[in-house]
């Protein structure tokens, strides 16, 4: 039954955030830094989804670990600085989204039937927490899913509902047309009834959304789905993420986290730029980097310490911290690993990846759009 108006269900203190993921499709960003603490906007990823926790209301976060796990407390510390009181369990081995959430259950001070928001730690998003939480006390649900529209859901998990939006099935990755039918899909934000993750199986992997939804929903449980198409982006691929770190900076996804005013630039304190250097497109240059005379840097991200020497134009891509980018080198779409170095006259277009401390000599690379 939905609770009485004024109950403690009218909020939500508590969460749960995933953070285990390797990311894969990151590296070599994620080689010596794990996804949630990749800077985006001048801040570990993970800082934006924090804040915009506490400003809905969130006191208590647990923090799901797993791959280099060590690196998360040390910056956080127990979340005063942010408002938050932060606690942190590591897997020992990988549990998947499921087992994640039911191994750090312990954690967690709720009562049975009071909510508890769950969300992954790699998506970017203008999702109103409140009105979920909203949804999700008035529906009476058992759980309560963020979802969102997109124009092609192929590459995702298909979730219909009915006229009140309650959710009627999961349905994997369509291939075929007449697997397509919805655009609605599950955007990786929950609020759970506390008891509900009690049921989750113990000390083994566990797919919340190919495992538990599915046996939740044929045991007729009550999973509620609310639509918010705000601005959502999946921050799986180099591309993605040097993307929302420029819609952070631009202010065109909500945070904040984001340092000072919003505009077509960032640069930190003790960053040096040129006069002439020309930044655009939201582009974040990072603690310590120096650009030289008459780079021009267009949407991207340019981590702590990197160097960007003279001339050289860099569009739509990522530089590592501590990396070197050669005078007059042309970049564009492309991942420069932590600590490399590409020389002068380089060109590098089309997801290029250069490895965490490999070197490029000058003119080395050319990229050539003959076929």
Known sequence: MPAPAGSRDDKVTEAILLVGGKGTRLRPLTVNTPKPMVPAAGVPFLTHQLARAR????????LATSYLAEVFEPYFGDGSALGLHLEY?????????????????????????????????????????????????????DVSLHLTRVEDPRAFGLVPTDADGRVLAFLEKPQTPE???????????????RSVIDTIPVGRPVSVERETFP?????????QGMVDSTYWLDLGTPQAFVRGSADLVMGRAPSPAVQ????????????????????????????????????????????????????????ASLIGAGARIGAR????????????????????????????GAVLPASSVRFSSDK
């Open 55 to 62: 400003a809905a209301g969130v006191e208590h976060i647990v």
């Open 89 to 141: 369990v590591t897997e020992e081995e990988p549990l998947g989204t499921g087992g994640a959430i039911r191994n750090v259950a312990s954690r967690l001070r709720s009562g049975p039937d009071e909510p508890v928001l769950i969300f992954n730690g790699d998506i970017l998003t203008g999702l109103d927490i409140e009105a979920l939480v909203a949804t999700h006390r008035s529906s009476g649900a």
């Open 179 to 193: 697997e397509i039918v919805t655009d609605q899909i599950n955007a990786g934000a929950y609020v759970f009834r």
């Open 215 to 223: 046996d939740l929903l044929s045991s007729g449980a009550h999973l």
């Open 260 to 315: 000072g005013r919003c505009g077509d630039r960032l640069v930190l304190p003790t960053a040096t730029v040129a006069p002439d250097a020309k930044l655009t497109g939201g582009t974040v240059i990072g603690a310590n980097a120096v650009i030289a005379e008459g780079a021009r840097i267009d949407g991207s991200a340019v981590l702590d310490g990197a160097i960007v020497e003279e001339g050289a134009v860099v569009t």
């Open 329 to 356: 080198t042309v970049l564009s779409d492309v991942v420069i690993g932590d600590g490399a170095v590409v020389g002068p006259d380089n060109e590098l277009r089309d997801g290029a990846r250069v490895w965490c």
